[in-house]
């Protein structure tokens, strides 16, 4: 991972510099704004989560994430994180989206949240910005005494 300079009056304006060298590959991450680290999942077979801490430029592996298995492509991008530190993530070939309950804290099961129309993705947002609860069924009515899923 490198870390850019981006501000034009500065004198290594544009210059890479190297943060840390970690073989594996991920398609996108995640700030988290609970924990201010970064949280990316491998796209490899074995699927895990990882935790950047920007402050001592170090990667810990927090293990590997359950709830994946229907997936048949390990390609997941589209990362972002909510404002509660809620991690979703989206399979770049399928398009389902999955949330990672707070990673922070130890959370590793993704669950199913939505489906995108459009593959693949980039999942950069304001992480202060509460996510709106999906309405999954919302041409549906629901009769008297009916039970309803959420």
Known sequence: MDKVNLYPSSSNYLVANTLFNYSTTVNDFAFSPIDDNVYMMTSTSNRKLLRFNVTSNTITDLGAI????????????TAFMDSM????VSNNASGNIYKIA???TGGLTATSFNSLRGTPGDGARCPY?????NAVKDQACVSEGETITI
Do not use: I, K
Not at 66 to 77: A, K, R, T
């Open 66 to 77: 359950s709830g994946l298995s229907s997936e048949s492509s390990d390609s997941f991008g």
């Open 85 to 88: 530190g809620n991690l979703f």
């Open 102 to 104: 707070t990673p922070h």
């Open 129 to 133: 910005q509460a996510v709106a609860p």
